[in-house]
């Protein structure tokens, strides 16, 4: 067990375990938060009192979260110095489970996205962000609701993996020369370069639990997203990968689209279709005929992409939720960034950290709880009290102040 500096684990909660691919949540576990930058903290305020209602609710005093605080991001690095404490990311494996507010990166040099290094250090290899919409928001689309997707974004590798080095740095240039005498292919001098690693076994656990997701929900189809027709080795291997993985474990479960539309002898209504759109097209898919995909998995700049523009179609970046999740450790966080205009106003909307909970909820089977956040989002939103990200875009709505948001889903959660 680590030892904590800055943070105070609470008295009053039990660690939740991980044993044989199972979690074991104790009615008391302790669950570590960073507040995040920015708009963090007045984000988290709300969602934290959304979060103890409804467990109160949903089980009386018979489970409570005990909330521990810990640190990074600015507050971190005002208070110790240090922009994320070892002892933070040790409680983030120590405890199981985590949610996170959004946490500011300064772009070009200076230090390391504090996130990405959350996702690699502990390895949460899943980003997962279901988009789905709530009836009342305005969106720019015709008919929203036909838009129901979960993307599972690859988190650890890609051209996100950081390595990357500067444009006439003493390693680019080494590495230019090497790929034109020793692997004969052309690159033009001074040439910045970035790496785009993509493994078979990143690839194919990522999608993995895609598939795992898509029939422990009994979803319809799993999309496998790519650039393969450019990008042959590494987003066609994706795949590649990806069909090789639904065929050798779960044969029983999937069909092609292919085998589908042969009604070829493993094409079974009951089966849930695997197929791949590549990257462009699917974009036009989301629009043109969105109620024709369920779960996408895809890597992972792909899958940053795609996540926040179907959460612009149903609604906007206020209400997308996401988890980042690997083998028996996960933190849960919303889509969307600092929104550093906004912070300390009270102003903007704490609705996706509210259904990144929801997402926390499920996974630790709290279910009871995750549904009655979700009834409460569904009641705030018809009773069109919202924040001003929504109001804009609701004729006749009026708008409230992210604690009032919180507390109208709290209400909403009686109704
Ligand atoms: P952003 O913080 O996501 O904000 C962009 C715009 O999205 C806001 O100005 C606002 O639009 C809208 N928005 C975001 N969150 C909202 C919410 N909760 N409610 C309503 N509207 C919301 O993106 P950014 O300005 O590009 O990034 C700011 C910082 O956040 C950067 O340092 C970036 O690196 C970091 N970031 C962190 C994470 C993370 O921690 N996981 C993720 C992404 C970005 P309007 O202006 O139209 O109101």
């Not at 609710?57 to 507050?75: I, N, T």
């Not at 110790?80 to 500011?104: C, H």
């Not at 292919?185 to 993509?198: D, H, L, N, Y």
């Not at 009871?368 to 018809?382: F, R, Y």
Request: glycine share 10%; net charge neutral; hydrophobic share 40%.
């Amino acid at each position: 067990m680590a030892t904590y500096k800055f943070a105070s684990v609470p008295s009053n909660g039990e660690r939740i375990t991980y044993a044989n691919g199972v979690l074991n949540v104790p009615n008391n576990p302790i669950i570590p938060f960073v507040e995040g930058d920015g708009t963090g903290p007045d984000i988290w305020r709300a969602s934290v009192r959304v979060f103890d209602a409804a467990i109160e609710k949903a089980f009386g005093g018979e489970r409570k979260v005990a909330w521990m605080k810990v640190y990074a991001g600015e507050e971190s690095f005002t208070k110790y110095n240090d922009w994320l404490p070892q002892e933070t990311v040790d409680a983030m494996q120590e405890f199981r489970v985590s949610i996170k507010g959004p946490l500011s990166t300064p772009v070009g040099g200076g230090i390391r996205s504090l996130n990405v290094t959350l996702r690699q250090v502990l390895d949460l290899y899943a980003c997962i962000r279901p988009v789905r919409y709530f009836e009342g928001v305005g969106s720019p689309m015709k008919d929203p609701g036909k838009l129901n997707i979960v993307v599972f974004r690859e988190n650890t590798e890609d051209v996100y993996a950081g390595i990357e080095w500067k444009a006439g740095s003493p390693e680019a240039e080494k590495l230019r020369l090497f790929i034109e005498t020793e692997l004969g292919k052309k690159m033009r001098e001074q040439s910045a370069i970035g790496i785009k690693p993509m493994s078979e076994f990143g690839s194919k656990r990522l999608i993995d639990m895609a598939y795992r997701y898509a029939i422990k929900h009994c979803l319809p189809s799993v999309t496998l997203m790519h650039k393969g027709n450019i990008m042959k080795f590494t987003e066609g291997a994706f795949r590649d990968w990806g069909y090789e993985v639904a065929r050798e474990k779960f044969p029983e479960d999937t069909c092609t689209e292919a085998e589908l539309t042969k009604g070829g002898p493993t094409a079974r209504a009951d089966a849930i279709v695997m197929r791949d759109r590549i990257a462009d097209s699917m974009f036009q898919q989301l629009l043109l005929r969105p109620g024709e995909y369920s779960v996408i998995a895809t890597p992972n700049l792909n899958g940053d992409y795609l996540s926040d523009a179907a959460a612009a179609q149903v609604g906007g970046l206020g209400i997308a939720p996401g988890g980042n999740v690997g083998d028996g450790v996960a933190v849960f966080e919303a889509t969307h960034g600092t929104a550093p205009k906004y912070a300390n106003l009270n102003k903007i909307n704490p609705g996706s950290v509210i259904l990144s909970g929801v997402m926390m909820f499920e996974y630790m089977g709290w279910n009871e709880a995750a549904k009655l956040i979700v009834k409460g989002m569904e009641n705030a939103i018809k009773s069109k009290r919202v924040t001003y990200d929504l109001a804009r875009q609701m004729p006749g709505a009026t708008e409230v102040s992210t604690s009032g948001f919180g507390d109208q889903v709290i209400a909403g959660m009686k109704s």
